[in-house]
């Protein structure tokens, strides 16, 4: 979970450190896979949580 773009110092997803930093944007690009990683709102995160709560239960 990205909560700064400025803490993502390698690509999440194939951990290359051959990223960019949009901050306009609030997106890091990895050069190598293509993908793009935003930080996730807090108000997306909670519910996030809640949703996971309820498969818990079920
Ligand atoms: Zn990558």
Known sequence: ???DIKEVKECPECASTNIIHNEKKQQVICRDCGMIF???APEREE???KAAGI???E
């Open 1 to 3: 979970m990205i909560k």
């Open 38 to 40: 935003e930080p996730m």
């Open 47 to 49: 519910k996030f949580e």
């Open 55 to 57: 498969e818990k239960k």
